[in-house]
């Protein structure tokens, strides 16, 4: 796969499987950059994209942009709303279905005998479904714990299997690990199949960094 910057000529060869850190030591090409990715991100436009076999991927469905530690959160309704919808087809394929049907009845029976007993008119909808069932146990993703290496593996393994993202690319991230905290990262990265691509200023002091992209304050690059 490629990254492409087009308005300013950057284009980085990566794949799935390895971390690739993309390094513009120019404040203005750096700025460029993330806000291309940005703008990729939010479908506003598309300066910056990714080729696969020389087209263009979908870069809102298949990249995750992590800009700071506090953003690997499953906080966020795409997330939610798909969950659920996994937890919605679990139960129909499995035998607790009937279940939920006879729980379901159960409460519209209560709540008609409610209606029957209370001296207002009162009315309701009787089309209880198990979806809305669902949603009022409030159902949710535990939020990853630990340090930035152990909360990113755990949000790239549950990012990758249930939104479907590929290519992980973190912004300014690099300095929240260390060379073995990094050994950890790539083995993760190489067993899930995913490509992380780390954006910074400058660099970093890693040692075996592995694949790297760098230009420098001139617009050379390293």
Same mark, same amino acid.
Do not use: W
């Given at each position: 796969?490629? *990254?492409?910057?087009?308005?300013?000529?950057?284009?980085?060869?990566?794949?799935?499987? %390895? #971390? $690739? &850190?993309?390094?513009? /030591? =120019?404040?203005?090409?750096?700025?460029?950059?993330?806000?291309?990715?940005?703008?990729?991100?939010?479908?506003?436009?598309?300066?910056?994209?990714?080729?696969?076999?020389?087209?263009?991927?979908?870069?809102?469905?298949?990249?995750?942009?992590?800009?700071?530690?506090?953003?690997?959160?499953?906080?966020?309704?795409?997330?939610?709303?798909?969950?659920?919808?996994? *937890?919605?087809?679990?139960?129909?394929?499995?035998?607790?279905?009937?279940?939920?049907? %006879? #729980? $379901? &009845?159960?409460?519209? /029976? =209560?709540?008609?005998?409610?209606?029957?007993?209370?001296?207002?008119?009162?009315?309701?909808?009787?089309?209880?479904?198990?979806?809305?069932?669902?949603?009022?146990?409030?159902?949710?993703?535990?939020?990853?714990?630990?340090?930035?290496?152990?909360?990113?593996?755990?949000?790239?393994?549950?990012?990758?299997?249930?939104?479907?993202?590929?290519?992980?690319?973190?912004?300014?991230?690099?300095?929240?690990?260390?060379?073995?905290?990094?050994?950890?990262?790539?083995?993760?990265?190489?067993?899930?199949?995913?490509?992380?691509?780390?954006?910074?200023?400058?660099?970093?002091?890693?040692?075996?960094?592995?694949?790297?992209?760098?230009?420098?304050?001139?617009?050379?690059?390293?």
């Amino acid at each position: 796969m490629k *990254i492409i910057h087009c308005e300013h000529n950057i284009e980085v060869d990566f794949n799935c499987g %390895e #971390i $690739c &850190s993309i390094i513009i /030591e =120019n404040p203005r090409i750096l700025d460029s950059f993330v806000l291309g990715l940005y703008n990729s991100t939010i479908r506003k436009e598309d300066k910056v994209y990714i080729l696969d076999n020389f087209e263009k991927i979908k870069f809102a469905k298949l990249v995750d942009l992590v800009f700071s530690p506090l953003e690997l959160t499953y906080e966020k309704k795409d997330i939610q709303k798909k969950l659920l919808q996994n *937890i919605l087809e679990e139960i129909t394929e499995s035998d607790i279905s009937y279940r939920f049907s %006879e #729980i $379901c &009845s159960s409460f519209l /029976e =209560n709540i008609y005998e409610v209606k029957i007993n209370s001296e207002y008119e009162i009315d309701f909808d009787e089309n209880l479904e198990m979806q809305k069932l669902i949603k009022c146990f409030d159902i949710h993703l535990k939020e990853p714990m630990g340090s930035f290496v152990e909360r990113i593996v755990e949000y790239i393994s549950v990012m990758s299997k249930l939104m479907g993202k590929q290519i992980f690319i973190l912004v300014g991230c690099a300095h929240y690990i260390d060379n073995d905290e990094y050994k950890l990262l790539q083995k993760h990265v190489v067993h899930e199949n995913v490509a992380v691509l780390t954006v910074e200023g400058r660099q970093n002091t890693l040692k075996n960094p592995g694949n790297q992209y760098i230009m420098d304050v001139d617009l050379c690059e390293i």
